[in-house]
């Protein structure tokens, strides 16, 4: 955290919780120092493991399970009891409702929020604007070590390589062994090739691309329309209809072909118009795996129909398109960002 954030913590002071938010993806060395810093400053540790309630994705491929692992076997057993692992889920495009979650997190430890807490971290460029979140709680900066960073550990491990015992704990290489035996590591490999030979159509670009896509939204009789994934990436998963915006074409004009091609929905372009509630580009600078990519998303209300909803089918590189009840949307099923689209625009 950076040197005008020191005025908010004590060096001397010591903690009844610390608080430590991340994704651990996977639990590295340099995190491993933050919970050596505040096992001395503290009394009990609480770890906030972020984007739980996600299917795994090349950037997040271990369960909240998984990481505890990592996290609580790194330390002898009386060590490890003071250490609390909570799933955080994430709530991009919310910081209000993902404060709620913090709060929540920590509130499932501790008994209220009125108790002798602070945070602790690495420190980066973006902590004024994240403790900026927290004003009540004093903030503890570590130095980060040796500059680790899971990024790269993850990223190589996924393409086939051995994490070395420089980078992470036994603890994590334990973890790390086992999920390579499964089919689920199987899996997230194939997609991690997929993603490098995709990326590297582009290598010779004077700069790195930014795509550019349309995505439909549509919601009839409290049912949404959505398509499941032929193709990697997200083989699988539930997804908005959508697609990459053709040269000559609109961002409407684009949600409104994708939308035909991959679900054969047969309610004319007019009624689609006149239909459309509202629309908002999403633009997390991680919501794919292939790059940078910025969708414009369109939220359809259809008028309630005595007939009841329209006939869809799967075309083009959707396996299916179904209409799914809002009451039995799943986190852990949905592709890349759709399900933050989801709650962001229709208020879930």
């Known amino acids: 955290m950076n ?36 096992l001395k400053r503290s009394d009990e540790v609480i770890m906030l493991i972020g984007s739980a309630n996600l299917p795994r994705s090349l950037r997040n491929p271990f369960s909240v399970e998984q990481r505890a692992d990592m996290i609580k076997d790194a330390y002898p057993t009386a060590e490890a009891a003071r250490i609390h692992c909570v799933g955080l889920d ?29 945070l602790i971290g690495h420190s980066k460029d973006s902590s004024s604007y994240y403790l900026s979140l927290f004003p009540n709680w004093d903030s503890v900066s570590v130095p980060n070590y040796q500059s680790l960073s899971a990024t790269p550990i993850r ?16 603890s994590t290489r334990k973890v790390l062994d086992a999920f390579k035996k499964t089919d689920d590591y199987q899996q997230l490999h194939e997609e991690a090739d997929f993603i490098d030979k995709y990326k590297r159509q582009w290598e010779s670009a004077p700069y790195p691309p930014t795509f550019m896509t349309a995505d439909a939204l549509v919601i009839q009789s409290g049912h949404i329309l959505l398509v499941e994934r032929l193709n990697l990436p997200g083989r699988g998963l539930w997804a908005l209809p959508g697609g990459f915006l053709d ?5 409407f004009g684009a949600c409104v072909r994708e939308l035909r091609e991959e679900t054969q929905l047969q309610v004319p372009e007019p009624v689609l118009r006149g239909s459309c509630h509202s629309q908002h580009t999403f633009d997390d600078p991680y919501r794919s795996a292939r790059g940078r990519t910025i969708t414009q998303a369109f939220y359809f209300q259809l008028k309630n129909d005595p007939n ?30 759709h399900y933050a689209i989801i709650t962001k625009m229709v208020g879930l």
Do not use: C
Request: cysteine-free; charged content about 25%; hydrophobic content about 35%.
């Open 155 to 170: 990223d190589s491990y996924l393409m086939g390589a051995t994490p070395t015992p420089e980078r992470t704990p036994e």
């Open 247 to 251: 040269p000559k074409e609109t961002l």
């Open 90 to 118: 994430d709530a991009l495009y919310n910081d209000t409702r993902w404060l709620q979650y913090v709060q929540a997190g920590v509130k499932s430890v501790t008994g209220d929020l009125q108790s002798n807490i602070g």
């Open 308 to 337: 009841g909803l329209p006939e869809v089918q799967g075309g083009d590189d959707a396996a299916k398109a179904f209409w799914l009840p809002l009451a039995e949307l799943d986190a852990k099923m949905m592709f890349e960002d």
């Open 3 to 38: 040197e005008s954030s020191e005025q908010h913590s004590d060096k001397n002071k010591h903690y009844r919780y610390l608080v430590f938010i991340g994704r651990f993806q996977p639990f590295h060395r340099g995190h491993k120092a933050v919970i050596d810093e505040a």
